[in-house]
Nanobody
Framework: VQLQASGGGLVQPGGSLRLSCAASGSIFSINNMGWYRQAPGKQRELVAAITSGGSTNYADSVKGRFTISRDNAKNTVYLQMNSLKPEDTAVYYC?????????????WGQGTQVTVSS
């Protein structure tokens, strides 16, 4: 099972980006999916998470600016990021709890760089 993240890049303060992360492989179902980020010199932190039923939670620093969503039919999670700030600059990682036949896996994507700068 693999997670492939995309959508990062360079954006000016106040701009928007949309991250996507698609799961592939031998998947029976996916429970929680989420986005984490890690800035240079800092620990990885949870940005947003969503359950299979659509319940969400967000870090206080992104509430009202970021929106997490998922398409269960496509095994894909999205992160819409609006009103971006320089402090949002980080490598963003997607994460998923995957039920694969005969086993339960916590899977991480490869990370995508988001840089907010003028």
């Amino acid at each position: 099972v693999q997670l492939q993240a995309s959508g990062g890049g360079l954006v000016q303060p106040g701009g928007s980006l949309r991250l996507s992360c698609a799961a592939s492989g031998s998947i029976f179902s996916i429970n929680n999916m989420g986005w984490y980020r890690q800035a240079p010199g800092k620990q990885r932190e949870l940005v947003a998470a969503i359950t299979s039923g659509g319940s969400t939670n967000y870090a206080d620093s992104v509430k009202g600016r970021f929106t997490i969503s998922r398409d269960n039919a496509k095994n894909t999670v999205y992160l819409q990021m609006n009103s971006l700030k320089p402090e949002d600059t980080a490598v963003y990682y997607c994460n998923a709890d995957v039920y694969s036949p005969g086993r339960y896996l916590e899977v991480w994507g490869q990370g995508t760089q988001v840089t907010v700068s003028s």
